[in-house]
């Protein structure tokens, strides 16, 4: 058994069988997840580059372009020859990890100041656009379409089936609150945050803004590795609610009662709520940050589970685009220091725990089958139900037959007697 199942502790673990937790499993699983480190990547070098002086971006741009281009040559032409699209795979990754570094930096440099944040969201936006694209056009897949499902069926299936429709409600729900704690906020703008805390310097800026991406990750790891199968999705979410809102709460506090000023040096309280802001981090990494992906992906039914996490990514970025564009104006408008902006998503910290105590059940252990159970049977797997076992279970017999078809034996008269 791995490290994990040393540590894990829930029923599921006890009940499966010890050979399913090889060292395959895990291989897959961070092979799968390693995309996301341009996601990351990309959150976190927005905040950096609105602070650093103008490169040659535009031709890093066309080079990245080409390579992309090249790669997918390289794709078009393999022709069912799997190391060819390998090959061709590996390139245009190149160029879109150059990408992924070089389109926020040209955007940050080139837009106007009022309008930098949206306009850099909308990279964000056409991401979760290729990713909704590729889950569609995937959903022919015989795993996702059982029966042949058209897309249109697939969406009628979500919408009009109650257990299906309050999973996707769920879904859009848990991504729209997951932004709304204002995580982005400070990814995006930590280093405009910081100076606004007192640290006067660009360089101290952005050194905080680095060691704020040190404790997200350290904290992210040590919660799945510790906490996501033992301590469950829900009560994640509950804890860290409460937390996040009084880190939040604290610094919109320190910063409407005793504003920072330029130049001076920084009291003790100043740096409380700059440890809260790091406490903020840490406490979404163990919560909203993680569980929000794993929930969405795990509660919908088998057919219907790329078209849930679609929904979900869509709405996550879409909303990622909404906070980007709204926090500039919000810490230029909200109280001296953006005080109000801090307070704003403290108050959306505290709701989305009475949002997770109502509607979000716990899914610890439960596996990927059981989840129609615990929202509710779907109307269609009881008809699925009902046509199975109407030709499964064999016609049941009449009493009344069985007594016309019972009939006494007497025994035969041996003729060799007589």
Not at 176 to 190: E, K
Not at 288 to 305: C, D, F, K, N, Q
């Amino acid at each position: 058994m791995g490290l994990l199942q040393k540590i894990v502790r829930n029923d599921a673990k006890e009940e499966d069988p010890p050979e399913i937790y090889g060292w395959k499993v895990y291989f897959l699983a961070f092979s799968a997840c390693f995309g996301g480190m341009l996601f990351g990547v990309d959150s976190g070098i927005i905040g950096g580059v609105l602070t650093l002086p103008a490169s040659k971006t535009r031709m890093a741009l066309l080079i990245a372009a080409v390579i992309v281009t090249i790669g997918c040559v390289f794709q078009a032409a393999a022709d069912g020859q799997i190391a060819l699209m390998y090959v061709g795979h590996l390139i245009a990754g190149f160029g879109v990890g150059k990408a992924s570094m070089v389109t926020p930096l040209y955007i940050s440099e080139n837009a106007p100041r009022a309008i930098r944040g949206g306009l850099t969201g909308i990279y964000q936006l056409f991401i979760a656009t290729g990713t909704m694209l590729a889950f569609w056009e995937q959903l022919d897949h015989e795993r996702t379409l059982i029966g042949g499902a058209s897309f249109i069926d697939l969406m009628k299936e979500m919408w009009t089936i109650p257990g299906n429709r309050k999973r996707a409600i769920i879904t859009i729900w848990l991504m729209i609150t997951q932004q709304m704690t204002g995580t982005n906020a400070i990814n995006y703008y930590s280093p405009q945050i910081f100076q606004n805390l007192g640290l006067s310097s660009t360089d101290a800026g952005l050194f905080a803004t680095g060691i704020y991406g040190v404790v997200k990750m350290t904290l992210c790891a040590c919660f799945l590795l510790f906490a996501a199968d033992s301590l469950g999705r829900r009560r994640s979410l509950l804890w860290t609610s409460i937390a996040m809102g009084c880190a939040m709460l604290y610094v919109g506090l320190y910063v409407r009662i005793k504003p920072p000023v330029k130049g001076a040096d920084i009291p003790g309280a100043g740096y409380m709520a700059l440890v809260c802001i790091y406490l903020f981090a840490g406490f979404f990494q163990c919560g909203w940050g993680p569980v929000p992906w794993i929930y969405v992906s795990e509660i919908p039914t088998a057919r219907l589970r790329g078209v849930n996490v679609a929904l979900g990514a869509a709405t996550q970025w879409l909303f990622n685009l909404v906070v980007a564009r709204a926090v500039p104006n919000m810490l230029a408008t909200m109280g001296k220091a953006g005080y109000g902006t801090f307070l704003f998503f403290s108050a959306a910290c505290f709701l989305s725990f009475f949002f997770a105590w109502f509607f979000i059940p716990e899914t610890k252990g439960l596996s990927l089958e059981k989840m129609d159970d615990l929202f509710g049977t779907t109307e269609l797997k009881k008809k699925m139900d009902d046509q199975e076992g109407a030709h499964d279970v064999p016609p049941a017999k009449d009493p009344e037959d069985e007594k016309t078809q019972h009939v006494e034996v007497s025994p035969v008269p041996n003729d060799s007697k007589r």
